[in-house]
């Protein structure tokens, strides 16, 4: 499996970003996560397929919304109302269950990353 993220980028704080992963095979749950400098990779969001069910970090609720396109087999990652706390390394990943996404260390497949900045 090969996860290839896209959409990162410098943005204000109070703007918005949309994160894109291209998965190149079948995994019941993908999602995000995040690494800031000197910080533990942490989980951000995941969606179950094909019930659709998603999880979400504590930090992000309300504020980023997780996407699936099957078709398409892509996982986005719409990022609303930013903080400079956001700010981080943010990976795409696969396995499979939400559970496997949400414990970082039992990820099956990461993605290289996108760099997501964002400035007060």
């Known amino acids: 499996e090969q996860l290839v993220e896209s959409g990162g980028g410098l943005v204000q704080a109070g703007g918005s970003l949309r994160l894109s992963c291209a998965a190149s095979g079948r995994t019941y749950a993908m999602g995000w996560s995040r690494q800031a400098p000197g910080k533990e990779r942490e989980f951000v969001a995941a969606?179950?397929?094909?019930?659709?069910?998603?999880q979400y970090a504590d930090s992000v609720k309300g504020r980023f919304t997780i996407s699936r396109d099957v078709a398409k087999n892509t996982v986005d990652l719409q990022m609303n109302s930013l903080k400079p706390e956001d700010t981080a390394v943010y990976y795409c990943?696969?396995?499979?269950?939400?559970?496997?996404?949400?414990?970082?260390?039992?990820?099956?497949?990461w993605g290289q990353g996108t760099q997501v900045t964002v400035s007060s």
């Open positions: 990943a696969a396995a499979s269950s939400l559970d496997s996404i949400a414990n970082t260390h039992a990820v099956d497949y």
């Open positions: 969606m179950l397929w094909p019930s659709g069910m998603t």
